[in-house]
Protein backbone atom coordinates (compact mmCIF):
# COMPACT_ATOMS: atom_id res chain seq x y z
CA UNK A 1 0.00 0.00 0.00
CA UNK A 2 1.47 3.33 -1.09
CA UNK A 3 2.77 6.40 1.42
CA UNK A 4 -0.88 8.17 0.03
CA UNK A 5 -3.06 5.56 -0.04
CA UNK A 6 -3.56 5.51 4.04
CA UNK A 7 -5.23 7.80 6.15
CA UNK A 8 -4.19 9.73 9.35
CA UNK A 9 -6.95 7.70 11.22
CA UNK A 10 -6.14 4.47 9.91
CA UNK A 11 -2.25 4.80 10.55
CA UNK A 12 -3.12 5.96 13.44
CA UNK A 13 -5.32 2.83 14.83
CA UNK A 14 -2.80 0.17 13.18
CA UNK A 15 0.51 2.13 14.58
CA UNK A 16 -1.16 1.78 17.77
CA UNK A 17 -2.53 -1.50 17.60
CA UNK A 18 0.53 -3.04 16.48
CA UNK A 19 2.44 -1.40 19.56
CA UNK A 20 -0.08 -2.90 22.18
CA UNK A 21 0.25 -6.68 20.54
CA UNK A 22 4.01 -6.14 20.35
CA UNK A 23 4.08 -4.80 24.23
CA UNK A 24 1.76 -7.71 25.12
CA UNK A 25 3.18 -10.23 23.55
CA UNK A 26 6.72 -10.63 25.53
CA UNK A 27 7.77 -9.75 29.38
CA UNK A 28 10.51 -7.24 30.60
CA UNK A 29 12.87 -5.29 28.63
CA UNK A 30 12.77 -7.65 25.19
CA UNK A 31 8.77 -6.52 24.98
CA UNK A 32 9.89 -2.81 25.10
CA UNK A 33 12.34 -3.14 22.56
CA UNK A 34 10.30 -5.36 20.10
CA UNK A 35 7.68 -2.28 20.09
CA UNK A 36 10.16 0.45 19.84
CA UNK A 37 11.55 -0.90 16.87
CA UNK A 38 8.18 -1.89 14.72
CA UNK A 39 7.42 1.54 15.30
CA UNK A 40 10.26 2.21 13.06
CA UNK A 41 9.13 -0.97 10.52
CA UNK A 42 9.55 0.32 7.41
CA UNK A 43 6.18 -2.11 6.45
CA UNK A 44 4.50 1.05 8.21
CA UNK A 45 5.90 3.53 4.94
CA UNK A 46 6.14 6.37 8.11
CA UNK A 47 8.42 8.06 10.23
CA UNK A 48 6.43 9.36 13.28
CA UNK A 49 7.63 13.34 13.17
CA UNK A 50 10.62 12.48 11.20
CA UNK A 51 11.58 15.54 8.53
CA UNK A 52 12.90 14.60 5.05
CA UNK A 53 15.72 17.53 4.70
CA UNK A 54 15.66 17.12 1.12
CA UNK A 55 12.61 20.10 2.21
CA UNK A 56 10.56 17.83 -0.63
CA UNK A 57 8.14 16.83 1.48
CA UNK A 58 7.13 16.03 5.27
CA UNK A 59 6.31 12.63 6.25
CA UNK A 60 3.91 12.44 9.33
CA UNK A 61 1.28 11.18 10.71
CA UNK A 62 -0.28 11.83 14.17
CA UNK A 63 0.24 8.62 16.07
CA UNK A 64 -0.26 10.49 19.74
CA UNK A 65 -1.21 7.59 22.08
CA UNK A 66 1.84 5.37 20.28
CA UNK A 67 4.33 8.36 20.74
CA UNK A 68 3.15 8.99 23.97
CA UNK A 69 4.31 5.40 24.81
CA UNK A 70 7.29 5.43 23.28
CA UNK A 71 8.86 9.02 24.74
CA UNK A 72 7.76 6.86 28.17
CA UNK A 73 9.31 3.72 27.13
CA UNK A 74 13.01 5.67 26.21
CA UNK A 75 12.91 7.21 29.99
CA UNK A 76 15.17 4.74 32.10
CA UNK A 77 12.32 6.21 35.09
CA UNK A 78 9.52 4.62 33.37
CA UNK A 79 8.17 1.33 35.40
CA UNK A 80 5.66 -0.45 33.47
CA UNK A 81 2.89 2.16 34.16
CA UNK A 82 1.34 4.36 31.36
CA UNK A 83 -0.44 6.38 34.05
CA UNK A 84 2.06 7.96 34.86
CA UNK A 85 3.86 10.29 32.58
CA UNK A 86 6.97 10.73 33.76
CA UNK A 87 8.05 14.04 31.26
CA UNK A 88 5.85 15.99 33.59
CA UNK A 89 8.58 16.02 35.95
CA UNK A 90 10.74 17.95 33.63
CA UNK A 91 8.63 19.30 30.81
CA UNK A 92 5.50 21.29 31.79
CA UNK A 93 3.34 23.64 29.66
CA UNK A 94 0.60 26.23 29.86
CA UNK A 95 -0.90 29.03 27.96
CA UNK A 96 0.88 32.80 28.28
CA UNK A 97 -0.83 35.67 28.92
CA UNK A 98 -0.53 38.87 27.19
CA UNK A 99 1.73 40.88 29.82
CA UNK A 100 4.91 42.66 28.70
CA UNK A 101 6.42 42.35 32.06
CA UNK A 102 9.90 40.42 32.71
CA UNK A 103 10.44 37.48 29.74
CA UNK A 104 11.54 35.27 32.76
CA UNK A 105 8.41 35.18 34.74
CA UNK A 106 6.16 32.33 34.09
CA UNK A 107 3.49 34.16 32.57
CA UNK A 108 0.52 32.43 33.45
CA UNK A 109 -2.95 33.20 32.17
CA UNK A 110 -5.53 33.70 35.38
CA UNK A 111 -6.78 31.70 35.99
CA UNK A 112 -3.67 29.29 34.74
CA UNK A 113 -4.67 27.11 31.70
CA UNK A 114 -1.93 24.04 31.75
CA UNK A 115 -1.42 22.37 28.35
CA UNK A 116 -0.95 18.58 28.32
CA UNK A 117 1.83 16.59 26.69
CA UNK A 118 -0.75 14.87 24.09
CA UNK A 119 -2.08 18.67 23.25
CA UNK A 120 2.15 19.73 22.43
CA UNK A 121 2.01 16.37 20.29
CA UNK A 122 -0.72 17.40 18.14
CA UNK A 123 1.40 20.53 17.06
CA UNK A 124 4.01 18.16 16.65
CA UNK A 125 6.34 18.95 19.63
CA UNK A 126 7.48 15.99 20.58
CA UNK A 127 9.16 14.80 24.28
CA UNK A 128 11.17 12.71 26.85
CA UNK A 129 12.32 12.38 29.73
CA UNK A 130 15.79 11.04 30.36
CA UNK A 131 18.81 10.65 32.67
CA UNK A 132 20.53 13.80 32.40
CA UNK A 133 23.01 12.66 34.79
CA UNK A 134 24.43 10.16 32.30
CA UNK A 135 23.50 11.44 28.92
CA UNK A 136 27.10 9.97 27.59
CA UNK A 137 26.02 6.47 28.17
CA UNK A 138 22.66 6.96 27.90
CA UNK A 139 20.79 4.00 26.44
CA UNK A 140 17.62 6.04 26.06
CA UNK A 141 19.43 8.48 24.10
CA UNK A 142 21.15 6.37 22.33
CA UNK A 143 18.03 5.10 20.30
CA UNK A 144 16.74 8.28 19.92
CA UNK A 145 19.24 9.26 17.96
CA UNK A 146 19.25 6.48 15.86
CA UNK A 147 15.58 6.00 15.25
CA UNK A 148 15.58 9.77 14.30
CA UNK A 149 19.10 10.18 12.73
CA UNK A 150 20.59 12.83 15.12
CA UNK A 151 24.19 12.14 14.09
CA UNK A 152 25.28 15.41 14.73
CA UNK A 153 25.71 16.50 18.70
CA UNK A 154 27.36 19.54 20.57
CA UNK A 155 26.46 21.81 23.49
CA UNK A 156 25.48 25.30 24.80
CA UNK A 157 25.81 26.99 27.92
CA UNK A 158 23.41 29.45 28.07
CA UNK A 159 23.93 32.77 30.78
CA UNK A 160 25.42 36.02 30.85
CA UNK A 161 29.05 34.52 32.37
CA UNK A 162 29.47 32.01 29.58
CA UNK A 163 27.56 32.74 26.44
CA UNK A 164 29.35 35.61 24.44
CA UNK A 165 27.33 38.87 23.09
CA UNK A 166 24.60 37.71 25.75
CA UNK A 167 22.41 40.66 26.15
CA UNK A 168 22.23 40.16 21.94
CA UNK A 169 21.55 36.60 21.93
CA UNK A 170 19.14 36.57 24.00
CA UNK A 171 17.17 39.19 22.45
CA UNK A 172 17.50 37.88 19.29
CA UNK A 173 16.60 34.03 20.52
CA UNK A 174 13.40 35.59 21.67
CA UNK A 175 12.23 37.25 18.24
CA UNK A 176 9.65 34.58 16.84
CA UNK A 177 11.10 32.90 14.06
CA UNK A 178 11.31 29.22 12.47
CA UNK A 179 13.56 26.78 11.26
CA UNK A 180 13.31 24.70 7.99
CA UNK A 181 15.09 21.93 9.91
CA UNK A 182 13.60 20.59 13.51
CA UNK A 183 14.91 22.21 16.28
CA UNK A 184 16.33 19.96 19.04
CA UNK A 185 17.10 20.66 22.43
CA UNK A 186 18.18 18.02 25.61
CA UNK A 187 18.30 20.24 29.24
CA UNK A 188 21.42 18.13 30.77
CA UNK A 189 21.63 21.33 33.36
CA UNK A 190 19.43 24.37 34.38
CA UNK A 191 15.61 25.15 32.86
CA UNK A 192 14.46 27.67 30.59
CA UNK A 193 11.30 28.63 28.48
CA UNK A 194 10.71 27.32 24.87
CA UNK A 195 7.44 29.11 23.47
CA UNK A 196 5.18 27.86 20.72
CA UNK A 197 2.36 28.98 18.61
CA UNK A 198 -0.81 26.68 18.42
CA UNK A 199 -3.40 26.08 15.76
CA UNK A 200 -5.02 29.20 16.28
CA UNK A 201 -1.90 31.43 17.07
CA UNK A 202 -1.73 31.19 20.70
CA UNK A 203 1.32 31.42 22.90
CA UNK A 204 2.19 28.14 24.67
CA UNK A 205 5.13 28.64 27.39
CA UNK A 206 6.84 24.89 27.21
CA UNK A 207 9.01 24.81 30.51
CA UNK A 208 12.18 22.49 30.19
CA UNK A 209 14.17 21.24 32.97
CA UNK A 210 16.91 19.12 33.09
CA UNK A 211 16.11 15.66 31.91
CA UNK A 212 13.77 16.99 29.50
CA UNK A 213 14.22 17.21 25.51
CA UNK A 214 11.54 18.75 23.12
CA UNK A 215 12.11 18.50 19.24
CA UNK A 216 10.28 21.66 17.57
CA UNK A 217 8.84 20.64 14.15
CA UNK A 218 10.58 22.42 11.24
CA UNK A 219 8.17 25.61 10.18
CA UNK A 220 6.73 25.97 13.44
CA UNK A 221 6.82 29.66 14.88
CA UNK A 222 8.49 29.78 18.17
CA UNK A 223 11.05 31.87 21.00
CA UNK A 224 13.41 31.12 23.78
CA UNK A 225 14.17 32.43 26.95
CA UNK A 226 15.74 32.21 30.13
CA UNK A 227 14.14 31.52 33.33
CA UNK A 228 14.62 33.13 36.50
CA UNK A 229 17.38 30.90 36.91
CA UNK A 230 19.43 32.67 34.35
CA UNK A 231 21.27 29.63 33.25
CA UNK A 232 20.25 26.31 31.10
CA UNK A 233 23.17 24.12 29.32
CA UNK A 234 21.52 22.25 26.40
CA UNK A 235 22.78 19.28 24.08
CA UNK A 236 21.81 20.33 20.42
CA UNK A 237 21.13 17.47 18.10
CA UNK A 238 20.42 17.42 14.10
CA UNK A 239 20.94 15.52 10.96
CA UNK A 240 23.45 15.90 9.49
CA UNK A 241 25.75 19.42 9.06
CA UNK A 242 23.93 21.61 11.70
CA UNK A 243 22.05 24.67 10.11
CA UNK A 244 20.78 27.29 12.85
CA UNK A 245 19.41 29.90 10.53
CA UNK A 246 16.39 31.42 12.02
CA UNK A 247 13.98 32.98 9.43
CA UNK A 248 11.62 36.05 11.79
CA UNK A 249 7.71 36.32 11.53
CA UNK A 250 6.82 36.23 8.88
CA UNK A 251 8.57 33.48 7.00
CA UNK A 252 4.99 31.83 5.78
CA UNK A 253 6.09 31.15 2.07
CA UNK A 254 8.69 29.17 2.88
CA UNK A 255 8.14 25.65 1.98
CA UNK A 256 8.99 24.38 5.50
CA UNK A 257 6.06 26.58 6.87
CA UNK A 258 3.36 25.59 4.57
CA UNK A 259 4.25 22.13 4.93
CA UNK A 260 4.22 22.50 8.76
CA UNK A 261 0.60 23.67 8.52
CA UNK A 262 -0.40 20.86 6.10
CA UNK A 263 0.93 18.05 8.19
CA UNK A 264 -0.32 19.59 12.02
CA UNK A 265 -2.53 22.41 11.11
CA UNK A 266 -4.70 21.72 8.34
CA UNK A 267 -4.97 17.72 8.39
CA UNK A 268 -5.08 17.67 11.98
CA UNK A 269 -8.47 19.79 11.55
CA UNK A 270 -9.90 17.46 8.91
CA UNK A 271 -8.61 14.67 11.66
CA UNK A 272 -10.78 15.95 14.04
CA UNK A 273 -13.59 16.59 11.71
CA UNK A 274 -14.23 13.00 10.70
CA UNK A 275 -13.84 11.43 14.23
Known sequence: MGLMEISAKDLRRRTVRRFLEDLGSKSGVENIETAIKHMYAPDLKIWIGYTCRSRGFLVFQRSFKAQQFVSSFHSNQFMGSACKDEREEVIQAWYMDDSNEDQRLPHHREPKEFVSLDKLAELGVLSWRLDADNYETDEGLKKIREARGYSYMDFCDICPEKLPN?????????????HTDEEIRYCVAGSGYFDVRDAKDGWIRVWVKKG???????GIYHRFTLDTDNYIKAMRLFVGDPIWTPFNRPHDHLPARKEYLEAFVEKGDAVDAAA
Open 166 to 178: YEEKIKSFFEEHL
Open 212 to 218: GMIVLPA
